[in-house]
């Protein structure tokens, strides 16, 4: 079993910045891939960002490219999402989720562990 506690989420303005956390024990070796999806009332839970923690190899979707930074820690328990010039848009649940098998995917549905879920919200 692999267990993932979220930290680092709270309110900030439109423009500012926030690093989530995301601690990961228990089975960790198991974990090859690590990705921050966010949920908001009424719509999917979509991807964020995504990591290979052997390859280092990452994925972005498309709507926070060029201002979030998804990386590891230096025990490798731990992933990080730096947040930069966040928008209201950016306004949601993030959740921190690992996968078991090496190839990375985008689909919530490709990732057997979760954490709790921490708030982030933009104001304007």
């Known amino acids: 079993q692999v267990q993932l506690v979220e930290s680092g989420g709270g309110l900030v303005q439109a423009g500012g910045s926030l690093r989530l956390s995301c601690a990961a024990a228990?089975?960790?070796?198991?974990?090859?891939?690590m990705a921050w999806f966010r949920q908001v009332p009424e719509k999917e839970r979509e991807i964020v960002a995504a990591i290979n923690r052997v390859s280092g190899s990452t994925y972005y979707a498309d709507s926070v490219k060029g201002r979030f930074t998804i990386s590891r820690g230096g025990a490798e328990n731990t992933v990080y999402l730096q947040m930069n010039s966040l928008k209201r848009e950016d306004t949601a649940v993030y959740y921190c989720?690992?996968?078991?098998?090496?190839?990375?995917?985008?689909?919530?549905?490709?990732?057997?562990?979760w954490g709790q879920g921490t708030q982030v919200t933009v104001s304007s």
């Open positions: 989720a690992a996968r078991t098998l090496f190839s990375m995917v985008t689909t919530s549905t490709g990732y057997g562990y």
């Open positions: 228990g089975r960790t070796g198991s974990t090859y891939v």
